[in-house]
């Protein structure tokens, strides 16, 4: 696939994310995709996405995740985000809903075969949203 290409399947993944309709990932991603979070842990499959990251968004319900930059070479595609919501879900790690805007920044590198993702490695701080959260709870 061409980079620009690779760009609209993760533009179109981000977007299924955005309305929260996280059965219709499978769609855009590899049989044997994993994601990896901040730390080197490996989730395999769509539902290891899911698992690990559903309980961050489920406690911002209606956020937003406009990309500010994405860029593309070879099989690799970098995306920059901002990300915008209020605490107004469930805990978030362990904190309770809160009502707070919450804004911040997210890095994702993602890799593509077979004209799908394979992989997802995200980098975000999560202290910074915990911070923004629990500032004077």
Request: glycine share 6%; hydrophobic share 40%; with cysteine.
């Given at each position: 696939?061409?980079?620009?290409?690779?760009?609209?399947?993760?533009?179109?993944?981000?977007?299924?994310?955005?309305?929260?309709?996280?059965?219709?990932?499978?769609?855009?991603?590899?049989?044997?995709?994993?994601?990896?979070?901040?730390?080197?842990?490996?989730?395999?499959?769509?539902e290891g996405?899911?698992?690990?990251?559903?309980?961050?968004?489920?406690?911002?319900?209606?956020?937003?995740?406009?990309?500010?930059?994405?860029?593309?070479?070879?099989?690799?595609?970098?995306?920059?985000?901002?990300?915008?919501?209020k605490h107004?879900?469930?805990?978030?790690?362990?904190?309770?809903?809160?009502?707070k805007d919450?804004?911040?920044?997210?890095?994702?590198?993602?890799?593509?075969?077979?004209?799908?993702?394979?992989?997802?490695?995200?980098?975000?701080?999560?202290?910074?949203?915990?911070?923004?959260?629990?500032?004077?709870?």
């Amino acid at each position: 696939m061409s980079a620009e290409a690779n760009k609209e399947l993760v533009r179109r993944f981000f977007e299924t994310i955005e309305q929260e309709n996280y059965e219709a990932l499978t769609e855009f991603c590899h049989p044997d995709f994993v994601f990896y979070p901040q730390i080197d842990t490996p989730f395999p499959g769509v539902e290891g996405l899911v698992e690990s990251e559903k309980k961050n968004f489920d406690a911002f319900p209606g956020f937003k995740m406009p990309i500010k930059s994405i860029f593309a070479e070879g099989d690799q595609v970098a995306v920059y985000f901002i990300f915008e919501g209020k605490h107004t879900g469930i805990p978030f790690r362990g904190v309770p809903s809160t009502g707070k805007d919450v804004r911040f920044s997210l890095m994702i590198l993602l890799r593509i075969q077979d004209g799908k993702i394979i992989e997802q490695r995200s980098h975000v701080d999560v202290n910074d949203i915990i911070r923004q959260v629990s500032e004077n709870a």
